[in-house]
């Protein structure tokens, strides 16, 4: 191997990363499976709009070789070939992409009510996949994502890249500490501004039935097409949208699955055409004795992305505030002015967080070994976020029996 080839090896391994043979790698890696010429994994994108593009770009940047890309929607689909390049072929029908046996992964950055569907038939392909959350637009489906996971030992990857954020990781290392003491009570909350729906008409082709999928049928309409985070039919608002990232981030601190009950209350809708509402507040009861608050609501003031946000874990001997690109630990004291014992500011650096996510991915396939993020993770977050929607809509608090797999009446 050259020293260059070297070079980049060890800078793809992440970091510093041991590097493995080629010989190794395919030495514990399941039966079938297949690692592109020099050893470059090869990934197919499904669902190549705003954020599978800049997916499609990070991978580029960890050093995949996107060779496919899939979408319904024609200017998306152009979209995406124009950044993945002439070698990548492009598919309407993402079954057609899983067809290829020279892809080694898949990245789905689809509406939320295909990736459960999506990451089963990709991993039944032989292909290991990066999943944008939530994993499953319903509960059951986590489950039968999980099953097939785990039975086919595929490395699946949920995208809440917190968990690859170096300050994130580092502030995670506090809490293990025990510096907090006991946590009792999480704060959270995610503010930002949204005045209306986007109204523009489609551009180009759309296979408005394989957009569906899953989903009810509805005539084709436009607005669903373009702001499906506000239907229910495909997602929760940034309920589910920014939620997942905050539920996430609570439980990989304090080390929690699934909740024990969860209460969701909302306001009336202020945008125009939707169907869920911007402002939500969700209080989850976890069975490792904390209560966890988290307020969603886009119809604040709007915010520079490093303000919109913050988690704050109360303990008895200190607190610590999570921002997006910054922490502060405060230790107990009756102090008129609180000064931080620790703090950290990355300001500028969250898009790194996604490299970090990706890389960890891209290792993993290489190792075996289980990424920042599995499914069962991805899963347990999603769960609580089911509940909270199950709960809006019915008006009462849900409970939740982990071993039986089922909300309690």
Not at 179 to 184: D, F, S
Not at 233 to 261: C, K, R
């Amino acid at each position: 191997m050259s020293h260059a080839k070297a070079m980049n090896r060890r800078r793809f391994l992440n970091r510093g990363a041991q590097a493995v043979t080629a010989l190794g790698l395919r030495a514990v890696l399941p039966k079938g499976s297949v690692l592109g010429a020099n050893d470059q994994i090869r990934v197919g994108l499904i669902g190549s709009g705003g954020r599978g593009q800049f997916l499609l770009k990070v991978f580029q940047e960890a050093g995949a070789a996107v060779a496919a890309v899939s979408d319904v929607y024609q200017p998306n689909l152009q979209a995406g070939m124009e950044q993945a390049g002439p070698q990548a072929k492009s598919w309407g029908d993402y079954r057609r992409l899983l067809e290829d046996k020279s892809l080694d992964a898949v990245i789905v950055a689809t509406p939320d009510h295909w990736h459960a569907r999506m990451v089963i038939d990709a991993v039944s392909a032989g292909k290991d996949v990066y999943v944008e959350k939530p994993l499953c637009h319903a509960i059951s489906e986590g489950f039968d994502v999980i099953k097939k996971v785990r039975e086919l030992k595929r490395i699946v990857q949920v995208g809440t890249q917190r968990r690859s954020y170096p300050i994130y990781r580092e502030a995670k290392a506090i809490v293990d500490s025990g510096k907090l003491g006991p946590v009792r009570l999480v704060t959270a909350w995610w503010l930002n501004h949204q005045s209306s729906l986007n109204s523009s008409p489609l551009k180009g082709e759309l296979d408005w039935k394989q957009w569906l999928g899953p989903a009810p049928y509805r005539p084709l309409d436009p607005l669903r097409f373009h702001n499906w985070y506000y239907f229910s039919d495909y997602s929760g608002g940034m309920l589910v949208g920014q939620g997942a990232h905050v539920v996430d981030t609570i439980q990989w601190f304090l080390n929690s699955s699934y909740p024990e009950a969860v209460t969701c209350n909302a306001g009336r809708i202020h945008i125009e055409g939707a169907e869920v509402p911007e402002t939500t507040v969700v209080n989850v009861e976890y069975p490792e004795d904390y209560l966890a608050t988290m307020t969603v609501g886009y119809s604040a003031m709007e915010y520079s992305r490093n303000n919109d946000q913050l988690k704050q874990f109360h303990g008895e001997k200190a607190r610590l505030d999570m921002s997006r690109e910054s922490f502060a630990l405060y230790l107990k004291s009756k102090e008129k002015v609180l000064k931080p014992e620790i703090e950290k500011q990355v300001g500028g650096t969250f898009d790194s967080a996604t490299l970090d996510h990706v890389r960890n991915f891209l290792e993993c396939m290489r190792t075996r070994q289980d990424p920042n993020t599995p499914v069962e993770m991805g899963h347990s977050a999603s769960v609580v976020l089911c509940l909270a929607l199950e709960s809006l809509r019915s008006g009462r608090r849900i409970r939740w029996d982990a071993a039986k797999r089922q909300v309690l009446a």
